[in-house]
């Protein structure tokens, strides 16, 4: 094996693998056949070592990996939608190793119907479009490959309850309703977004609301991260890969691996994850922040990454670690034709060059949301969280995520 630098071939033999999570009620509930299929045949073709964990509950992937001994794995690769993925992150952070235990370098297989991560990470390595069995593919040849790039990890704050973390996305109105009220078509997979779209659209309605931000720097040359077209690594890179010879099964192998930790990036030395651009909820935001005039929206919603759904490409630009949310919200009086004009060219991500007057894009570093209209929906990754003030603030980098 490729040893790294420094570390002594004689203090080499810690045994590492993969731990690949499925939520068998994902999607259609196909996420186990996905595995037995073409991701077990993958993976097997290429060595690589790893336990299969179904997981049996909601909040089990989040039980699991908070109280994980990570020394053990290499990586956490989630066959599923992206909620389990929120959950995995979620119980990283809370661990009292959190600062380590959140530079895991995780993978994401499409098994679920919401599959933003992995349409996203697919995207990034600039092939076409690809599509169900397709993207599956190419995430599977993605994790193979083994390459780890920084990820953005954003600290979101609602006025009570405990702090979250999120990779993707933060959405109220238009677009949290349709992923809401869509539950109930997960037998379609990720259909259930389109049906859901078309039922919204036609009981078009408006949310009243204060939306303030932190506009992005633009020279943030400052950053701790790494730039995200260098992947900092490969976490095969010192793993050695051979055949358990008894009793072997077919998703079973041994490794060794030369290092216990995933000690090898560029990290600022803080003991705790301070949202340093926040002030408390009940506080105006900072001066250098842009307030937006009380309004009626359609949608607010700010991602971490270019897609949103499969065919959802609602920020080409966006990148794993660019250290930006990117906003998007429709003001309220656009008609329910140049909406759905909107979103079908999101498909191919051509939106922003649609020039429509009740469409903004703001590259931001922190946002703060608070609903009027109530009752009403905020989700956060896809998941339903608590309706009320809600705040964010992006971490440049701190997460790593297997990606080409
Ligand atoms: P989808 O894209 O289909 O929504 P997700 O990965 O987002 O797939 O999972 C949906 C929800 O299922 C998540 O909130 C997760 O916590 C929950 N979950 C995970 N495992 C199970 C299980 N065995 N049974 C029921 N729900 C589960
Ligand atoms: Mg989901």
Same mark, same amino acid.
């Given at each position: 094996?490729?040893?790294?630098?420094?570390?002594?071939?004689?203090?080499?033999? *810690? %045994?590492?693998?993969?731990? +690949?999570? /499925?939520?068998?009620? $994902? @999607?259609?509930?196909?996420?186990?056949? #996905?595995?037995?299929?073409?991701?077990?045949?993958?993976?097997?073709?290429?060595?690589?070592?790893?336990?299969?964990?179904?997981?049996?509950?909601?909040?089990?992937?989040?039980?699991?990996?908070?109280?994980?001994?990570?020394?053990?794995?290499?990586?956490?690769?989630?066959?599923?939608?992206?909620?389990?993925?929120?959950?995995?992150?979620?119980?990283?952070?809370?661990?009292?190793?959190?600062?380590?235990?959140?530079?895991?370098?995780?993978?994401?297989?499409?098994?679920?119907?919401?599959?933003?991560?992995?349409?996203?990470?697919?995207?990034?390595?600039?092939?076409?479009?690809?599509?169900?069995?397709?993207?599956?593919?190419?995430?599977?040849?993605?994790?193979?490959?083994?390459? *780890? %790039?920084?990820?953005?990890? +954003?600290? /979101?704050?609602?006025? $009570? @309850?405990?702090?979250?973390?999120?990779? #993707?996305?933060?959405?109220?109105?238009?677009?949290?309703?349709?992923?809401?009220?869509?539950?109930?078509?997960?037998?379609?997979?990720?259909?259930?977004?389109?049906?859901?779209?078309?039922?919204?659209?036609?009981?078009?309605?408006?949310?009243?609301?204060?939306?303030?931000?932190?506009?992005?720097?633009?020279?943030?040359?400052?950053?701790?991260?790494?730039?995200?077209?260098?992947?900092?690594?490969?976490?095969?890179?010192?793993?050695?890969?051979?055949?358990?010879?008894?009793?072997?099964?077919?998703?079973?192998?041994?490794?060794?691996?030369?290092?216990?930790?995933?000690?090898?990036?560029?990290?600022?030395?803080?003991?705790?994850?301070?949202?340093?651009?926040?002030?408390?909820?009940?506080?105006?935001?900072?001066?250098?922040?842009?307030?937006?005039?009380?309004?009626?929206?359609?949608?607010?919603?700010?991602?971490?990454?270019?897609?949103?759904?499969?065919?959802?490409?609602?920020?080409?630009?966006?990148?794993?670690?660019?250290?930006?949310?990117?906003?998007?919200?429709?003001?309220?009086?656009?008609?329910?034709?140049?909406?759905?004009?909107?979103?079908?060219?999101?498909?191919?991500?051509?939106?922003?060059?649609?020039?429509?007057?009740?469409?903004?894009?703001?590259?931001?570093?922190?946002?703060?949301?608070?609903?009027?209209?109530?009752?009403?929906?905020?989700?956060?990754?896809?998941?339903?969280?608590?309706?009320?003030?809600?705040?964010?603030?992006?971490?440049?980098?701190?997460?790593?995520?297997?990606?080409?």
């Amino acid at each position: 094996p490729a040893l790294r630098e420094g570390i002594e071939p004689s203090r080499v033999c *810690v %045994s590492r693998r993969v731990m +690949v999570l /499925v939520n068998p009620q $994902s @999607g259609r509930g196909q996420a186990m056949s #996905l595995y037995t299929g073409p991701v077990l045949s993958m993976l097997t073709e290429a060595n690589i070592s790893h336990t299969l964990i179904t997981t049996e509950h909601q909040n089990h992937a989040r039980e699991l990996v908070r109280n994980a001994d990570l020394s053990q794995w290499s990586a956490i690769v989630i066959l599923s939608g992206d909620g389990l993925l929120f959950e995995v992150i979620n119980g990283l952070m809370e661990r009292e190793d959190w600062d380590a235990a959140i530079r895991t370098p995780l993978g994401i297989l499409p098994g679920g119907s919401g599959n933003a991560l992995a349409a996203s990470v697919h995207h990034y390595t600039q092939a076409g479009p690809a599509l169900g069995e397709d993207l599956l593919l190419s995430c599977c040849f993605l994790l193979c490959k083994g390459l *780890v %790039s920084p990820l953005d990890i +954003v600290s /979101v704050r609602l006025s $009570s @309850g405990p702090r979250l973390f999120s990779f #993707l996305s933060l959405a109220w109105g238009f677009v949290a309703d349709v992923d809401i009220e869509s539950e109930k078509f997960r037998q379609v997979g990720a259909m259930r977004f389109l049906v859901g779209t078309l039922l919204r659209l036609a009981s078009l309605r408006t949310y009243q609301g204060r939306l303030a931000f932190l506009s992005a720097r633009d020279d943030d040359s400052n950053s701790p991260s790494i730039s995200s077209s260098h992947p900092c690594s490969s976490f095969r890179s010192s793993v050695q890969c051979k055949p358990h010879m008894q009793g072997q099964t077919s998703n079973q192998h041994e490794c060794t691996s030369e290092s216990t930790h995933h000690d090898h990036f560029l990290l600022p030395k803080n003991d705790r994850l301070v949202d340093d651009l926040l002030n408390p909820i009940g506080d105006p935001v900072p001066t250098d922040w842009t307030i937006e005039k009380e309004q009626d929206f359609v949608l607010v919603l700010a991602t971490c990454h270019s897609h949103l759904a499969e065919e959802l490409m609602v920020s080409p630009g966006a990148r794993p670690d660019d250290g930006h949310l990117h906003l998007l919200y429709v003001t309220a009086g656009i008609s329910r034709p140049a909406l759905l004009r909107l979103f079908l060219a999101m498909e191919k991500g051509t939106h922003l060059t649609c020039e429509c007057p009740h469409l903004r894009y703001r590259r931001v570093q922190a946002l703060r949301l608070e609903p009027i209209t109530k009752p009403g929906v905020i989700t956060v990754d896809g998941e339903q969280v608590e309706y009320g003030p809600i705040q964010a603030q992006v971490h440049k980098g701190y997460g790593r995520i297997i990606c080409g």
